[in-house]
């Protein structure tokens, strides 16, 4: 076949604590996947090139935890962009009530598709995401072109965003990392054809042995036939991508206590994170007490508020930081005739309200009067309610959130 001109993606996510170890343990893996690994490390200006291998460099060199490598090589023509484990710790249980610190990490690389468009390339692509998987604990990891990328956006617009194993995975891909959380939710995965069970308690599953034609027509997220033995594993509803937590999905805490290899947080940073999580619970709290006084302030001052004729209701439980994406949908699909700034202190005293507060307000529109009511469930979650009209009721289904 002739040179190909597509790119290929590998991704992986995790709550693996990335330690100095795992680091050498990824490096090992390009180590043994020789022809994909770089001739040298450059970042800021600053080369290190690997003489010998990329294991040696990690272990002598004091390399910051996110770290772009990138190289080409004129004989196969590959350039490599990719970034070892970039890892955030976060407060996991009631902000500034720390109950775990976890680590959210990311090892992501683009690469051009195999010179040779062979079976075996592909294979050893497939593999190199297993070892890579097992190697950095992680989630949850896939291969895909990068033309999917483009695909995933026309699928799901209102998001725009690429797979990750809380939200939902988008689609099913040609070949797949399932880690040992997954695979104990969906013991299935294990007997599926094209799945390899791994000593981590992982699943590589292979639903085709190679990406599909870059230049051929995505129909749907879940449509081609040979995407339906996954989705009959998993529920299409695991592969939705939303705003929020999906439930098909293990937790970020069954993620966690998944990885046997894992290692606990410095006490140092337990306490850094527990501290600024303190810090922001406390921040929240003023920002709700100055929202609350500044929406009553225009609570105030205005005048014909709209009496609730008809009462059918839409309500919905949602994560209170997308509560300011369901007013902006709801604003343009029913002109509600209040100011900007009434709209943005209604937001924004619901986003930082404490548990168990609740207001409600009524507004006129193009659909006619509504009641639009906010409870704050805990420190993330809230109740949203509606009451109007029947159409305005139906509508409000739709809306992004």
């Known amino acids: 076949m002739g040179e190909c001109v597509y790119n290929v993606s590998i991704s992986l996510q995790g709550y693996a604590h990335i330690t ?49 490598m990138s190289e080409e090589r004129k004989e196969g023509r590959l350039y490599w962009n990719f970034e070892l484990p970039a890892e955030e710790w976060e407060v996991s249980g009631n902000p500034g009530r720390a109950s775990m610190i976890r680590s959210r990490s990311i090892l992501s690389l683009n690469f051009p598709a195999p010179p040779v ?15 890579l998987g097992e190697s950095s604990g992680a989630a949850y990891g896939f291969s895909c072109l990068d033309s999917e990328y483009e695909d995933l956006d026309r699928w799901y617009p209102l998001t725009q965003s690429r797979p990750s194993v809380d939200f939902g995975l988008g689609t099913v891909f040609w070949v797949q990392y399932f880690g040992a959380a997954m695979a104990r939710k969906y013991p299935e995965l294990r007997s599926l054809k094209g799945s390899f069970a791994l000593p981590s308690g992982a699943v590589l599953y292979r639903a085709a042995v190679r990406p599909s034609d870059p230049d051929g027509v995505n129909e749907g997220p ?10 009959r594993v998993l529920n299409p509803d ?5 705003f929020k937590p999906n439930p098909r999905m293990p937790t970020m805490e069954e993620f966690s206590l998944a990885d ?36 009553e302030s225009l609570e105030r001052r205005r005048r014909n508020v709209p009496k609730i ?37 209604f937001i924004s005293e619901a986003q930082t309200a404490p548990p168990g507060a609740s207001y409600a307000t009524c507004m006129d529109s193009q659909e006619g009067p509504f009641m639009l009511r906010w409870t704050a469930e805990d420190e993330t979650e809230m109740i949203v309610e509606i009451y109007g009209s029947p159409e305005l009721a139906s509508l409000a289904g739709g809306l992004s959130y």
């Not at 879940?222 to 989705?231: D, R």
């Not at 046997?260 to 003023?286: C, F, N, Y």
Request: net charge negative; with cysteine; glycine share 2%.
């Open 20 to 68: 100095p170890e795992r680091l050498a343990a990824i490096a090992a893996v390009f180590d043994k996947h020789d022809y994909l690994r770089p001739n040298a490390v450059r970042e800021d200006g600053i080369e290190i090139p690997i003489t010998t291998t990329l294991q040696s460099v990690i272990a002598g060199t004091p390399l910051p935890i996110s770290w772009i």
């Open 117 to 131: 468009d062979s079976d075996r390339s592909w294979n050893e692509i497939a593999w190199l995401l297993a070892d």
């Open 222 to 231: 879940l449509e081609a036939p040979w995407k339906a033995e996954l989705v």
């Open 238 to 242: 695991a592969f939705a991508i939303g």
């Open 260 to 295: 046997s290899r894992g290692s606990e947080p410095l006490e140092e940073l337990v306490s850094l994170v527990t501290h600024t999580s303190a810090q922001a619970m406390a921040e929240k709290e003023a920002a709700y007490v100055n929202a609350h006084a500044h929406r």
């Open 309 to 345: 004729q008809e009462f059918e209701e839409w309500s919905a439980n949602m994560d209170s930081m997308f509560f300011d994406v369901f007013c902006n949908s709801l604003r343009d699909a029913v002109k509600p005739k209040v100011s900007k700034s009434y709209m943005e202190s």
